[in-house]
């Protein structure tokens, strides 16, 4: 398939931005309860969402009928994955938590096969298992860490399989209203029930964010919330399963690397390979296929008599 100039921007960017999120994220809940940080950066980043739809004059209407639908996709996209992966990143470095966020892309892929029932070609098992064992090469020098903290590896892997689910729920909605009305609705209701849960189990360790806090919250409210999911979903309802997921694996590359950089993190051959198998998995799904002479869609028009 062929990517357009704007999928390939959207891509790059929503890379960079979820790529330099997770030692934000790190940041954010060190000294801030996990549950409110992410609350109080959705009720930052609300309003500025909402701005994006006036000015782009998208209805906020959703009809009644899509409601219920509506509610599964909050729960699967946005709830599951924001609740569990920022109590991973709690009990997890934010290298290891990017890494086990990111086997999405194959939870999703074995989704689409054994619940919608996909088909893949060769060249998608290439990029399923190219996936996978880059993610098992990443995490090589972890595990003896993380093996002393299955709780975060758990909530890591539980809240990867439910974003994967969400991915393939998102791709096959028969919710026919704009991109950016299903991300706000889903942010809205995201944030009042991640209010409630922080209120229920962390009122009692609320205080005056910290200053780093802050930093790391507005970059979620603007990078995150206001941008990476509207630019995520729209990339998901508009690519073919398999090829929006695997696209996005370049972000736990990414948080491997920029922890080399400013941690003074080893890199090992195991992360360069890491970055080659990555590479052919998203190729595997990205680059353009040759049309086949058989192909009606490459035959020249008949003249017209």
């Given amino acids: 398939m062929t990517l357009s100039r704007q999928q390939i921007t959207l891509l790059i960017t929503l890379t960079l931005v979820w790529g330099f999120n997770w030692p934000m994220l790190k940041l954010g809940v060190t000294s801030f309860p996990p549950l ?3 609350s109080l950066s959705m009720w930052v ?3 500025f969402l909402a701005l994006v739809l006036c000015f782009k004059k998208v209805s906020f209407k959703i009809p009644m009928a899509d409601w219920k639908e509506l509610f599964v996709l909050v729960a699967t996209n946005m709830l599951v994955w924001h609740v569990l992966i920022i109590l991973a990143v709690q009990n997890l470095s934010s290298g290891r938590a990017a890494i086990l966020g990111y086997t999405m892309p194959i939870f999703s892929a074995m989704f689409g096969v054994f619940w919608y029932g996909a088909s893949l070609k060769w060249r998608g098992w290439l990029g399923v298992g190219a996936a996978a064992l880059g993610v098992v090469l990443l995490l090589w020098h ?3 860490s993380i093996s002393g903290k299955p709780l975060g590896v ?6 990867a399989a439910f974003w994967g689910l969400g991915t393939q729920q998102i791709r096959h909605t028969r919710i026919q209203v704009p991109t950016l009305a299903i991300v706000f609705w889903m942010t809205c209701m995201s944030t009042l029930l991640m209010s409630a849960l922080a209120f229920v189990f962390e009122r009692s360790d ?5 200053d780093i806090t802050w930093w790391s919250i507005l970059y979620n409210a603007f990078g995150v919330f206001v941008f990476a999911q509207a630019a995520w979903l729209s990339l998901a309802r508009s690519l073919p399963p398999l090829a ?4 996005v694996m370049f972000i736990p590359v990414l948080g491997v690397f920029s922890g080399a950089y400013f941690l003074n993190e080893a890199l090992h051959w195991q992360d360069w390979a890491a970055v080659l198998l990555i590479v052919v998995a998203i190729a595997s799904v990205l680059w353009p296929t040759a049309a086949s002479p058989a192909d009606p869609a490459s035959a020249k028009p008949s003249a017209k008599p």
């Fill in 154 to 159: 758990f909530l890591g892997l539980v809240a």
């Fill in 206 to 210: 609320w205080g005056p964010p910290p």
């Fill in 45 to 47: 980043g609300l309003p």
């Fill in 36 to 38: 409110s940080f992410r």
């Fill in 142 to 144: 972890e595990f003896s």
């Fill in 244 to 247: 929006s997921t695997l696209s």
